[in-house]
């Protein structure tokens, strides 16, 4: 069985900085991390591997060079081999377009019976990447998931909606997004680092290697365009009141009151 987790390298702080000319994220001085949901999606890998035996785990990305040192920490988490599609053609890819692209590489590194993508991204936050791979692939889709049992011919299943509990099952292959419930991701361990440096390495596949119509990748692909991108500017200040107890709880109450949020007696 062949399971592929797809990995997206995101910057590590909730502090978008925006340029305010160009209207782009400002990435310089950010540090980058694996996005969290897809350390959760290839914890679930490694777990079907441990619990099937005869599985191997593939990583993926589509990014800049610099990608790769988020591959190479899953090699280190324990994946078996790392692909990076990495080519100026593939920049300002809109969602359609990066899953297009994701898509055409997981044919060339077919067969491929299981592919985990986390449910979104820190930083795009679109949700809409896993389900256009499943589309583009025309293989069936499991969103949300909260466990994943897989077998060699199926996978089922289980998510939460609220008190709603959903479980479905698909015939490989077969695309499952997975939350951030689903499990808890494992630390590196001093092997796994030293396997990953000497035995494995991260493989670049350009836009040729992937054979992709260039009509559907990077800006030329995308049909979205950004007109506009801001931070939220904060509304209010905050108030701080000093004082011992009397004065702190009085302070509050007076605030309060003169807010209008007291009940009305
Ligand atoms: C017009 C336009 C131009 C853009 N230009 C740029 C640009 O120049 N540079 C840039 O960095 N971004 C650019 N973006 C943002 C880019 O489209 C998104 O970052 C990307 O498509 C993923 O979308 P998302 O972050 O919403 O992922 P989601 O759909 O929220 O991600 C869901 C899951 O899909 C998988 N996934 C998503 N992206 C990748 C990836 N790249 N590799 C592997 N797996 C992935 C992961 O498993 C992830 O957990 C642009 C967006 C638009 C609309």
Redesign the pocket.
Known sequence: MHIV??????PDTNEVRIDKKTG??I?EGVPAIM?P??KH?LEAALCIREELGDVKVTV?????PQ?GNTLMEALCLGADEAFL?CDKAF?????????Y??AMALKKIAPVDLV??????????????????AECLGIPQITYAERIKASEKSVEVESGFGAVRRRVSADLPALV??GKAINRPRYKTMKGIAAAFRDKGVQLLTSQDIKVNPGRI??TG?P???KKTFVPELGRAGRIIDGGPETLSLGIIHTLEAENLLPKS
């Open positions: 987790v797809t990995i997206k390298q995101v782009t994220l990435r996005n949901e897809d999606a993926l990305s589509m990014g800049p990608a599609a920049a300002g890819a809109d969602t359609l377009a990066t899953a692209t994701l985990l993508c986390g449910s979104q991204a820190i930083d795009g936050d679109t949700a809409q990447v896993g389900p256009q791979i997004t997975v990077g800006l995308s979205t365009s950004v």
